[in-house]
């Protein structure tokens, strides 16, 4: 297994498109976490799955924000009418259970135009 | 609200120095806290998880500590390489009801000169 995967590594899209995201995590998770980063700031949390259970979302994700996790395995962000202030990296995480040590992918940076 | 504060923002030393980390959150009611590496333009490497029941982890050159009641982490790196230069970020993992995501400070941008 070669960690997480995000796809694609970068994204320039123009304001008001709609673009999604996706997580390959480590094989045996059964969390996925996805978060924003923006430049000189650490990450912040938007969301989580437990398998295929979204459990918990932040008040950072607006409703233009949506995220699935199907099966359980991969999972999608997708953004709807992008708008500039979007502009971040989205980065997703992977663990085993709640109280493990937490894998992050190489996120994906959005710009929006 | 968990809030973590990473002290200092920014830090430059010549190579071969010793050098320690300072992260503090507010609230003490936490599962872990983990330290993570980022270089520019990259996600982030998971250096050192320490559990809140235990005082401090080491791997290789790096040694962290926990002080869960007075809410402080420290990061040591001991005889600095170029290497190393890169954001070091911490975060903890709250155990109060509501958000299971890890919450990070800023992080600190280390520089270590040839």
């Known amino acids: 297994d070669t960690g997480v995967s995000q796809d694609p590594r970068h994204k320039i899209t123009k304001r008001g498109q709609n673009v999604t995201f996706r997580c390959d995590p480590i094989?045996?998770?059964?969390?996925l976490y996805w978060y924003r980063q923006t430049l000189g700031q650490g990450p912040e949390f938007l969301t989580y799955f437990q398998n295929e259970a979204q459990l918990e979302k932040s008040r950072l994700l607006s409703d233009r924000f949506s995220a699935e996790r199907p099966k359980g395995s991969f999972s999608t962000l997708e953004i709807q009418r992008t708008e500039q202030g979007d502009s971040a990296m989205y980065l997703c995480?992977?663990?085993?259970?709640?109280?493990?040590?937490?894998?992050f992918g190489q996120g994906t940076r959005l710009t929006v135009v | 609200k968990q809030e973590v504060t990473q002290i200092p923002a920014a830090l430059s030393v010549p190579e071969g120095e010793n050098l320690v980390l300072n992260c503090s959150f507010t609230d003490s009611a936490i599962y872990n806290l983990q330290w993570f590496r980022q270089d520019p333009g990259k996600g982030l490497t998971s250096l050192l998880l320490i559990q809140s029941s235990q005082r401090e982890q080491t791997s290789g050159r790096l040694n962290a500590s926990l002080d869960k009641s007075s809410g402080r982490s420290t990061l040591y790196i001991a005889a600095s390489q170029p290497g190393d230069s890169a954001t070091y970020l911490c975060a903890v993992r709250g155990a109060r009801g509501g958000a299971d995501g890890l919450t990070f400070g800023k992080g600190t941008h280390l520089i270590i000169q040839p």
């Open positions: 995480a992977s663990s085993f259970g709640g109280n493990t040590e937490a894998f």
């Open positions: 094989s045996e998770h059964n969390r």
